[in-house]
């Protein structure tokens, strides 16, 4: 599957992001691989450390439980809480049974439902929820013994506390 990671490997399909981050199932095509490869690499990549996440890329079938269980949950959400905004804005065409209106970027009616404060609400919600996921993935990768996981340290430079590998 082609996509932004090493060797165009990705941890998770477009259909798993749909089928775990979504009441409704969408249209595939409203999620990039593209998407999917930069939640990878912006949130799973530094939670496995790199030295965890290029072994999990090159040989998935040993980290099973790993990525069914624990990665795939995190990622689907980061991917949607990446998109969401955006998805909101562009899907009128998938979401309005009126034809002569599929051109526009958003319905009306559905628009004026959705107000700053009620759209903030809801990418504060996903946001939670895939915080949630990878806090819960942290704690796994924890209790594991993975020789290339790379347990980060905690330093307190100037008053701040700077996590580091």
Same mark, same amino acid.
């Given at each position: 599957?082609?996509?932004?990671?090493k060797?165009g490997?990705? $941890? @998770?399909?477009?259909?798993?992001?749909? &089928?775990t981050?979504?009441i409704?199932?969408? #249209?595939?095509?409203?999620? *990039? +691989?593209?998407?999917?490869?930069?939640?990878?690499?912006?949130?799973?990549?530094?939670?496995?450390?790199?030295?965890?996440?290029?072994?999990?890329?090159?040989?998935?079938g040993s980290?099973?439980?790993?990525?069914?269980?624990?990665i795939k949950?995190?990622?689907?959400f980061?991917?949607?809480? $990446? @998109?969401?905004?955006?998805?909101?804005? &562009?899907?009128a065409e998938?979401?309005?049974? #009126?034809?002569?209106?599929? *051109? +526009?970027?958003?319905?009306?009616a559905?628009a004026?439902?959705?107000?700053?404060?009620?759209?903030?609400?809801?990418?504060n919600?996903?946001l939670?929820?895939?915080?949630?996921?990878e806090?819960i993935?942290?704690?796994?990768?924890?209790?594991?013994?993975?020789?290339l996981?790379?347990k980060?340290?905690?330093?307190?430079?100037?008053?701040?506390?700077?996590?580091?590998?």
């Amino acid at each position: 599957m082609p996509g932004g990671c090493k060797g165009g490997s990705m $941890l @998770i399909t477009v259909r798993e992001v749909i &089928e775990t981050a979504y009441i409704t199932l969408i #249209d595939d095509n409203l999620i *990039k +691989e593209q998407v999917v490869a930069a939640a990878e690499t912006t949130y799973i990549k530094p939670v496995l450390t790199e030295p965890l996440y290029n072994e999990v890329i090159a040989d998935p079938g040993s980290y099973s439980t790993l990525i069914a269980d624990y990665i795939k949950p995190c990622l689907a959400f980061y991917v949607k809480y $990446l @998109i969401y905004s955006q998805q909101l804005f &562009e899907t009128a065409e998938y979401s309005n049974p #009126d034809p002569t209106k599929g *051109k +526009e970027i958003i319905d009306q009616a559905t628009a004026a439902l959705i107000t700053n404060e009620v759209h903030q609400n809801i990418i504060n919600d996903i946001l939670f929820i895939a915080r949630q996921k990878e806090k819960i993935l942290i704690e796994y990768i924890d209790e594991q013994t993975y020789e290339l996981y790379e347990k980060p340290t905690t330093k307190r430079i100037s008053g701040f506390l700077i996590n580091s590998t």
